[in-house]
């Protein structure tokens, strides 16, 4: 006698259920999070508070996680283009690092101008950059067929020695101190806060930008609804005439273009030089943040928040808990394996069976 | 007649506003073959669905073997002894034909044991089957065996088969009855779905019929005419095909010359020189039996795929041999494809987004984003033009019954008012008052001056259609005549040895 368990598909699923499922997974991971922090010795509801309380209504904390949450936002809902087209972009982080050294380059190719022009161009060389880094993977995959999930992965490895090599040779500071990063920027080439004594700066409008555009693009344009056809049924779009090459390509420049202007962002409006490790796994954490919002651009709005809370409360908590920042990312995980159950409970029920051996 | 087998009292369904099934009574016993017969939209699939556990009734009772059940899923069906062949394949496409029959048993692998017995059961059915080759490179005929071995396999006592000769050829056909007429004989219990009313009177001993979600009648149905039947179906008399009145023909608005075209998988069909032009006003009909070349046609024509070795296709006398699927429909080119669901419509998109798929090489939707309200209208003018019946205004392409599917996808076209319109399979799954009227409207299109060019395997539906009728087999396409000079007896000949070299091509 054995028993064995089986997923058996729900047949209908109420409005109620799909909207409670959200709110049950986060309760579910702060319990196990809470869990895992009591276990460890500490107090869950000072966790608590120093995660999820603290950086809401703390002003100078709600800064920092806007400003998190901005290139959470641009890379994700890039994302989101290439998801629903069923193509795999993994390698954000690369795109992003890209954006970073491109757009960084131009700032350091100007060091010491000035002039309104050179923060848009450093921005547009990020974009550049993030596009020609996602061109790579998506011409192997429309040329030889490689799967673009291995090579925009792998890509990510080659961007970071990348970023080493640079910083190490030829754009390392004379007045560095021998440490492997650029000269810091000037002020022409830092993005400037939105009001006085704040540190918010204009990327979080564009991230925002981005939302209401991805928004419209998806609920409705000629080109959304090629990307979604494309995902959902590949015969129906070849019936409806939409190029599978053509999506491929436009999707990964898409979200390479969000994800390099996110780079650049980042290293001009938050790092202001550049040095290795500026990328943070923020272009992986992006893929979370993607799954997390549902892959539609405003859940991934609402989650790259979520997450950016998380990541603040995190730092915040190293500091006076003297949690290990990897637990960040272990509740992060659990945060999506949470959601992400959640919705096959929703869409199966789980059965327990018997059988004779 | 054997024991009672399934009894089915007051089963109710209701999708939203819609009763799909209202208060359904239905009995089958043991070696019988019971027919299901209904218009589109009748509520049949939806009956047989939740009889399979694949949908819960909203109320009333089922009975097996006398025993109440409920059946919370398939497999509990299947427990109990039911299987059932869709409507829709429902085949794993990269998986070989005995990976697919091994799936739904549980606990069982696709090994050499497995193989013996599903070998022994096609053979005591008489259905043939190439147990090792992926399902994306056989034929529907084929696909269809296998759904039915696989049922087959789990010994049931009751057999579900909707419209399981949509797809298939007349040899099929009978030998599909034949297997069937084995199965009752040996005690199993069979409901059959057609709208082909002439073999649920060859097959049936007895038919329930539903009208909107109720029985409307229950009746043996050799003991009435197929016109009867029908009446019973609709509620009225069928309408009668009103042949086009003279019209002259024009230009030629479709050309072949000499296309050859690479097979499509490893075991597709290659089609070798084919000739044949379709001018403006006619109907041209390409018969044949399935997988002997017709799906690499319709590929090559519509440029979704056909690798195109040599020879030309040229429409509105330009050649499109190499261009795609968009710039055939600007000069005037409309298309309907085999299947309705995955490739003529997105399944989880609304009516109006399906528009989209079609329209938007063509007409102005929009620039810069969609003009819903223009795509809206459209999809309600078909909506109304073609009778499609809905359970909302504007539902996902999946949730509407097959027939109304293809109503929808053939109107779409029409509305584009094409002046060359290429259709595989018009009146696949449609009732008979439906497919009346799909093919009435091909026949005014022709006669308003547009190209029709239609394939079929349904032979009664090519001659009543067309003017001129081609024959496709082993990728060859005899050349078209005039059907008033074509018998049957030639026709079938055509389909079964292709065309003699003497007689040459025109
Ligand atoms: N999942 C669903 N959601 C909403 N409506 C549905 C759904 N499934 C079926 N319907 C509706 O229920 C009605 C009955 O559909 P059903 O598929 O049972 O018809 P049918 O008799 O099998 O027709 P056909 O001969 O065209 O296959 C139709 O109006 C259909 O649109
Ligand atoms: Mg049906």
């Known amino acids: 006698m054995s028993f064995n368990l089986a997923l058996v598909p729900r047949r209908e699923i109420s409005l109620f259920r799909q909207v409670l499922t959200p709110v049950i997974a986060l309760v579910v991971a702060l319990l196990i999070g809470g869990l895992i922090v009591w276990l460890m010795g500490r107090s869950p509801a000072k966790a608590f508070d120093v995660f999820l309380r603290e950086p809401l209504t703390d002003p100078w904390a ?114 560095g101190f021998n440490f492997p990063q650029s000269v810091p920027f000037t002020d022409a080439a830092q993005l400037q806060p939105l009001f006085e004594g704040g540190r918010l700066h204009s990327g979080f409008v564009l991230a925002l930008l981005a939302v209401i555009v991805a928004i419209l693009v998806f609920k409705r344009s000629l080109f959304g609804f090629a990307v979604k056809a494309s995902g959902e049924a590949p015969r129906a779009a070849n019936f409806a005439g939409f190029n599978e ?113 | 007649m054997g024991p009672e087998r399934i009894r089915l009292s007051g089963i109710t369904k209701a999708f939203g506003a819609l009763k799909a099934n209202d208060h359904v009574d239905l009995t089958l016993h043991a070696g019988e073959i019971h027919a299901l017969l209904g218009e589109n939209g009748a509520g049949k699939s939806t009956l047989m669905k939740i009889l399979y556990g694949l949908l819960r009734p909203d109320s009333g009772e089922i009975r097996i073997n006398g025993r109440r059940v409920s059946l919370p899923s398939p497999q509990a069906a299947r427990a109990q002894g039911i299987g059932m062949v869709f409507q829709h394949f429902s085949l794993f496409e990269d998986f070989t034909a005995l990976e697919n029959i091994a799936i739904p048993l549980e606990g069982r692998i696709a ?57 298939l050829t007349p040899d099929e056909a009978e030998a599909l009855f034949a297997t069937l007429d084995t199965l009752a004989s040996e005690g199993a219990g069979i409901l059959f779905i057609s709208h082909k009313l002439e073999e649920v009177r060859r097959l049936c001993s007895r038919a329930t019929i539903l009208r909107g979600g109720k029985v409307v009648a229950e009746t043996d149905p050799r003991a009435v005419s197929a016109a009867e039947l029908a009446a019973l179906m609709v509620g009225e008399g069928v309408l009668e095909l009103r042949p086009a009145g003279e019209h002259a023909l024009g230009a030629p608005m479709l050309q072949l010359d000499g296309l050859s075209v690479a097979p499509d998988g490893v075991h597709g069909v290659a089609l070798q020189a084919i000739h044949l032009t379709v001018q403006a006003g006619e109907v041209v009909a390409i018969a044949g039996v399935a997988g002997n070349g017709q799906s690499e046609l319709y590929a090559a024509l519509s440029g979704e795929g056909g690798r195109v070795t040599s020879g030309q296709v040229r429409m509105a006398g330009q050649d499109v041999t190499r261009r795609d699927i968009n710039a055939r429909r600007a000069l005037g080119a409309a298309f309907v494809p085999e299947a309705r669901l995955g490739q003529a419509t997105l399944p989880q998109g609304p009516l109006s987004e399906n528009v989209i798929l079609s329209w938007h090489a063509t007409e102005s939707l929009g620039r810069w984003l969609l003009d819903t309200v223009r795509i809206g209208t459209v999809a309600r003018n078909v909506i109304e033009r073609f009778d499609v019946r809905t359970p909302s205004p504007d539902p996902l392409a999946a949730q509407l019954s097959g027939g109304n599917l293809q109503k929808y996808v053939v109107g779409r076209e029409i509305e584009r008012k094409p002046q060359l319109m290429i259709v595989d399979q018009p009146s696949w799954g449609v009732d008979a008052r439906a497919a009346t009227h799909i093919r009435q409207t091909l026949l005014d299109l022709a006669a308003k001056g547009a190209a029709v060019l239609v394939i079929s395997q349904d032979l009664d539906e090519a001659m009543a259609m067309a003017d001129r009728l081609a024959v496709m087999h082993g990728g060859h396409l005899s050349a078209a005549r005039p059907v008033s000079a074509l018998s049957r007896a030639e026709i079938g000949l055509l389909m079964t040895q292709g065309e003699s070299p003497a007689r040459g091509a025109a």
């Open chain 1, 62 to 175: 709600l800064q920092e996680v806007l400003l998190k949450s901005t290139p959470l936002m641009l890379i994700s809902i890039g994302l989101i283009f290439c998801f629903r087209a069923n193509r795999w972009n993994i390698g954000a982080e690369g795109q992003f690092l890209l954006g970073g050294i491109f757009g960084g380059g131009v700032a350091i190719a100007t060091h010491g101008l000035s002039g309104p022009w050179i923060l848009p161009l450093m921005m547009l060389a990020g974009v550049a950059g993030g596009m020609l880094y996602a061109a790579i993977p998506a011409a192997l995959r429309n040329r030889f067929g490689i799967s673009e999930i291995l090579t925009s992965l792998m890509l990510v490895y080659v961007a970071e020695l990348l970023l080493d090599y640079l910083v190490r040779g030829p754009w390392r500071d004379p007045k």
């Open chain 1, 245 to 357: 090459k053509r999506i491929t390509l436009v999707v990964f420049l898409i979200s390479g273009g969000l994800a390099g202007l996110a780079g650049i962002i980042e290293v001009s409006g938050q790092v202001g030089q550049l040095r290795p490790g500026f990328g943070q796994g923020l272009g992986f954490t992006a893929i979370i943040v993607a799954f997390l919002g549902r892959l539609s651009p405003f859940g991934a709005m609402l989650s790259s928040l979520v997450i950016a809370v998380l990541l603040i409360g995190a730092e915040s908590a190293q500091v006076s808990l003297k949690l290990p920042f990897d637990l960040t990312r272990f509740f992060m995980g659990l945060l999506l394996i949470a959601v992400l159950a959640g919705e096959s409970l929703n869409r199966y029920r789980l059965e327990f069976r018997k059988e004779p051996a």
């Open chain 2, 111 to 167: 090994d050499a044991g497995l193989r013996a017995q599903v070998e022994a059961k096609a053979r005591h059915f008489g259905l043939a089957i190439e147990l090792d080759r992926p399902v994306h490179t056989l034929s529907a005929g084929e696909r269809q065996r296998i759904e039915i071995l696989r049922a087959l396999m789990q010994e049931p006592q009751v057999i579900i088969l909707d419209e399981p000769t949509s797809v």
